[in-house]
């Protein structure tokens, strides 16, 4: 009896769409006849190994090709329960096994079909997806009925096993709440049977981790030698974006068509991956330029500054650098956003301005900072203080 062989195919139809992405699919061939299966898995070209068919620089590389191996052996498994039930083994019967799969208890088709078919920004359908990958991990089949209270305490205990933070847990539970009332809503589960009625979120207060500024000068003097060469280019793109306010998703879509010239200026202009809101960085006049000098150093090939190994890479990579910048701190690349935010305020930067540079829609989330802002007045009203003795 013949086997079906499984490879993974990208963009089989030579056309991008609108966000210059094609999809990733699981070619199935069969004495000389082949059909396909979405992997729900879009990239951009440069995001595809052709070669050794791995998903490579992209944020979440890792995950998606976890994924992807999921999707070949879940048809291997297919065809072997095809073979098990004493049935012609052909593609149409796999084709018909697995839409069949999907539609049948299957949770985690259905939570990966629906990320597909949200009305999500590509930021929110990653970290859903990022989620559905986390389940796959902890369980490779999940029907429906699976999901219960018990099931919610051993996927928690799973995600804090792997050392992740209680709001990184909480988000991943989140995800599972929205799918698990969507499944309610489509009645695919009982209302009676939802475990989120006695599950509760955990979550912690999230105080920013914000660089001061003799810390952000330990990490500018740092003079990378020797192996710790290689984190040049991390130490680089960490502080530009302490100079900038940068989201690290919006870093890594940075290219040289952001920047423009205006009457001697030089501006940074993009869009936010994350709320669509277009910011505008005046360079020249942002820390004293600083920006602009990193910028220098990658004058000849500016496009290979911002692509960076996914965040996860990159922020362990920012723990070296704060150990041997005697940082006593724990950082990540949103750390540089933070501190963005904290110097402007603290230096007396106008708040709505602020919320301008970082692209905040509301002023609300800006003043996050108040923290800072306290800072500054205790600072001004000393200086006022110093001003009235020295007129007395």
């Given at each position: 009896m013949d086997k079906i062989t499984y490879?993974?195919?990208y963009n089989r139809r030579k056309i991008l769409n609108m966000r210059g992405q094609a999809l990733v699919q699981v070619e199935a061939y069969l004495k000389g006849s082949k059909k396909y299966f979405s992997t729900n898995v879009y990239l951009r070209p440069n995001q595809w190994n052709y070669h050794r068919q791995l998903v490579v620089r992209h944020p979440n590389a890792d995950a998606l090709n976890h994924l992807l191996d999921e999707m070949l052996m879940k048809l291997e498994r297919t065809e072997i329960d095809l073979w098990k039930k004493g049935r012609a083994v052909s593609l149409d019967a796999l084709k018909e096994a697995v839409c069949?799969?999907?539609?049948?208890?299957?949770?985690?088709?259905?939570?990966?079909?629906?990320?597909?078919?949200?009305?999500?920004?590509?930021?929110?359908?990653?970290?859903?997806?990022?989620?559905?990958?986390m389940l796959r991990q902890f369980k490779h089949h999940l029907?429906?009925?699976?999901?219960?209270?018990?099931?919610l305490l051993s996927f928690e205990a799973f995600l804090t096993s792997h050392h992740y933070h209680i709001n990184t847990v909480a988000k991943h539970m989140k995800h599972l709440k929205r799918y698990v009332n969507i499944a309610i809503n489509k009645e695919l589960m009982e209302v009676q049977s939802n475990p989120f009625r006695k599950y509760a979120i955990k979550t912690?207060?999230?105080?920013?981790?914000?660089?001061?500024?003799?810390?952000?000068?330990?990490?500018?003097?740092?003079s990378l030698k020797g192996k710790y060469q290689k984190l040049q280019k991390t130490l680089d793109a960490f502080l530009f974006?302490?100079?900038?306010?940068?989201?690290?998703?919006?870093?890594?879509s940075i290219r040289d068509k952001n920047f423009y010239v205006l009457k001697g200026d030089t501006w940074l202009s993009y869009q936010s991956v994350k709320t669509g809101i277009r910011v505008r960085v005046p360079l020249n006049h942002t820390f004293g330029?600083?920006?602009?000098?990193?910028?220098?150093?990658?004058?000849?090939?500016?496009?290979?500054?911002?692509?960076?190994?996914n965040n996860s890479n990159i922020n362990k990579e920012l723990t070296r650098l704060a150990a041997l910048a005697h940082i006593d701190k724990s950082i990540s690349f949103h750390t540089a956003r933070?501190?963005?935010?904290?110097?402007?305020?603290?230096?007396?930067?106008?708040?709505?301005?602020?919320q301008k540079l970082l692209g905040h829609k509301n002023v609300?989330?800006?003043?996050?900072?108040?923290?800072?802002?306290?800072?500054?007045?205790?600072?001004?009203?000393?200086?006022?203080k110093m001003n009235i003795e020295a007129t007395i």
């Open positions: 490879r993974l195919v069949t799969n999907a539609q049948d208890g299957d949770f985690l088709a259905f939570f990966g079909q629906e990320v597909q078919n949200a009305s999500l920004k590509p930021s929110t359908k990653k970290n859903h997806q990022s989620t559905l990958c029907s429906f009925s699976d999901i219960t209270y018990e099931f912690v207060d999230n105080k920013c981790s914000f660089l001061t500024p003799d810390e952000v000068a330990a990490l500018e003097q740092l974006c302490c100079y900038v306010g940068m989201r690290y998703s919006d870093f890594v330029g600083k920006p602009l000098k990193l910028l220098e150093k990658y004058r000849e090939n500016l496009s290979a500054f911002f692509p960076l190994k933070h501190t963005n935010a904290s110097l402007l305020i603290y230096k007396g930067v106008n708040i709505t301005t602020v609300k989330t800006t003043q996050i900072y108040t923290h800072v802002m306290d800072m500054t007045i205790i600072r001004d009203l000393e200086r006022c």
